[in-house]
């Protein structure tokens, strides 16, 4: 596709459940970046990736929250025993890294929702 | 470190007033500048950027934003603002690092607009 998309694109779930959030990037981006908005929040950082390895994960809030990307293209966010508190929209980004002129322009899928009973 | 300060979280102008959005960032180097708009209900779009050379640079809509770099600033400005300029507006700020680019994302201003 054209774009940067995810998957689902809302999640409810029950407290103390695992959720897998997905991302895939559009071709040839290697660099993808994880994000949470809370409801009337800015953005608030979790994990980059370039290529498949994760150089910063100074973002992630508790050791429930993990994320690995594979081939270099799809991610996927996993949120283990979730808790109220963790209900937001989780949004990915991905861009060209090092590789361009850009300057890191991140280019963001349309959200996963995610909402914890 | 890197940081970015936008004045202001929620901004009200009227429908053909000027739109004003500020933007303040620290780097120790010059930086890569963004503006981001989402808006309601959508992802986040590029607004327009500052990489090198020209330092006003014109984005889409009508929006435009000028790099001072002594005054360690980016605010986005439009001389007239229409109702469909409704949205969150968020600086950012890149830099490149040996892993790739670190960005830094402001904490969003919101702007109204008043008929």
């Known amino acids: 596709g054209a774009g940067v998309s995810q998957s689902p694109s809302n999640k409810v779930t029950e407290k103390g459940k695992d959720v897998e959030l997905r991302c895939d990037p559009i071709?040839?981006?290697?660099?993808l970046y994880w994000y949470r908005q809370s409801l009337g929040q800015g953005l608030e950082f979790l994990i980059y990736?370039?290529?498949?390895?994760?150089?910063?994960k100074s973002g992630l809030p508790s050791d429930r929250f993990s994320a690995e990307r594979t081939g270099g293209s799809v991610s996927t966010l996993t949120i283990q025993r979730t808790q109220q508190e963790d209900s937001a929209v989780y949004l990915c980004?991905?861009?060209?890294?090092?590789?361009?002129?850009?300057?890191?322009?991140?280019?963001f899928g349309p959200g996963t929702r995610l909402t914890v009973l | 470190a890197q940081s970015v300060t936008q004045l202001g979280s929620h901004v009200s102008v009227s429908e053909g007033a000027l739109v004003l959005l500020r933007c303040n960032y620290s780097s120790s180097v010059p930086p890569y500048l963004f503006w981001y708009v989402q808006y309601p209900n959508q992802g986040l779009q590029l607004l327009l950027k500052y990489t090198t050379g020209a330092t006003l640079v014109k984005g889409i809509n009508g929006f435009e934003a000028e790099f001072k770099k002594s005054e360690t600033s980016f605010h986005l400005t439009k001389p007239s603002a229409h109702m469909s300029d409704a949205a969150e507006y968020f600086c950012a700020v890149s830099l490149r690092n040996t892993g790739g680019f670190k960005t830094i994302f402001g904490a969003g201003t919101r702007l109204f607009v008043k008929a």
């Open positions: 980004a991905s861009s060209l890294g090092l590789v361009g002129s850009g300057g890191g322009e991140q280019f």
């Open positions: 071709s040839g981006h290697t660099a």
């Open positions: 990736f370039q290529g498949n390895s994760a150089p910063d």
